[in-house]
């Protein structure tokens, strides 16, 4: 994985986030996903619906409702969309296989819903989240929380080592008031097969691993942005 200092990393997440405003349309229904990436392409949504783009949005999470609100984007009910138009999010890891891990943030479900919904896909990220296998990050997974051991059992059981995550001491809780295992499988060989296995977790809502869906990845490394698809 690359090294890179701060300012070059969120020259690379700006240029990529442009990049990736550029496929949105007029009347387009945009999902809007959570992270620092994606805050870079709401803010200019934001100026472009300003400068009269006509658009409405679906947030993957409270706090990047409130930034859409806050910039002047409309907000629909997710629970209501049947189609999304086009959704930018950014993502913790990817491969040239277009296979991500994502929830950093703690937003992977509704990430995850936004992404299904999606005609276009789009993944954009510095040059830092570019990887050969996933796994050096762990995989984020939201658990409900009278599953909380079960899921904790049955990770431990496919390999994993699974750690709640906490904030200032206290057990993590997502938008939906659940909880976060954060787990490490180390390398992952077979996304694919580890996706599967753990959609057969009662309990389980919603784990990291994006796997076919997504569209393109934008990446932005040093002046060039490279997309993958």
């Given at each position: 994985m690359a090294t890179i200092d701060q300012t070059q990393q969120d020259a690379e997440k700006l240029a990529a986030a442009l990049a990736a405003v550029k496929f949105v349309k007029d009347g387009d229904i945009v999902g809007l996903g959570t992270g620092s990436t994606t805050t870079f392409a709401i803010k200019e949504l934001g100026k472009r619906v300003k400068d009269g783009l006509k658009i409405t949005a679906a947030a993957s999470s409270i706090r990047t409702e409130e930034l859409a609100k806050s910039l002047g984007i409309g907000i629909l009910d997710l629970g209501t969309l049947s189609q999304i138009d086009i959704s930018i999010d950014g993502a913790d890891e990817f491969t040239e296989t277009l296979d991500l891990i994502k929830g950093g943030g703690g937003a992977l479900f509704r990430e995850k819903i936004i992404a299904s919904l999606s005609k276009n896909a789009i993944i954009i990220t510095d040059a830092s989240k570019k990887v050969k296998k996933?796994?050096?990050?762990?995989?984020?997974?939201?658990?409900?929380?009278?599953?909380?051991?079960?899921?904790?059992?049955?990770?431990?059981?496919l390999g994993g080592k699974g750690i709640l995550r906490s904030v200032g001491g206290k057990s993590y809780t997502t938008d939906n008031g659940n909880l976060i295992i954060d787990a490490d499988f180390g390398l992952i060989n077979d996304p694919a097969k580890l996706s599967s296995d753990l959609n057969q977790i009662n309990g389980l809502l919603a784990h990291g691993l994006f796997v076919n869906t997504t569209s393109k990845v934008i990446m932005s490394e040093g002046t060039d942005i490279i997309v993958f698809e």
């Amino acid at each position: 994985m690359a090294t890179i200092d701060q300012t070059q990393q969120d020259a690379e997440k700006l240029a990529a986030a442009l990049a990736a405003v550029k496929f949105v349309k007029d009347g387009d229904i945009v999902g809007l996903g959570t992270g620092s990436t994606t805050t870079f392409a709401i803010k200019e949504l934001g100026k472009r619906v300003k400068d009269g783009l006509k658009i409405t949005a679906a947030a993957s999470s409270i706090r990047t409702e409130e930034l859409a609100k806050s910039l002047g984007i409309g907000i629909l009910d997710l629970g209501t969309l049947s189609q999304i138009d086009i959704s930018i999010d950014g993502a913790d890891e990817f491969t040239e296989t277009l296979d991500l891990i994502k929830g950093g943030g703690g937003a992977l479900f509704r990430e995850k819903i936004i992404a299904s919904l999606s005609k276009n896909a789009i993944i954009i990220t510095d040059a830092s989240k570019k990887v050969k296998k996933l796994g050096a990050f762990t995989v984020p997974i939201e658990v409900i929380p009278l599953a909380y051991q079960y899921v904790s059992d049955q990770i431990n059981k496919l390999g994993g080592k699974g750690i709640l995550r906490s904030v200032g001491g206290k057990s993590y809780t997502t938008d939906n008031g659940n909880l976060i295992i954060d787990a490490d499988f180390g390398l992952i060989n077979d996304p694919a097969k580890l996706s599967s296995d753990l959609n057969q977790i009662n309990g389980l809502l919603a784990h990291g691993l994006f796997v076919n869906t997504t569209s393109k990845v934008i990446m932005s490394e040093g002046t060039d942005i490279i997309v993958f698809e």
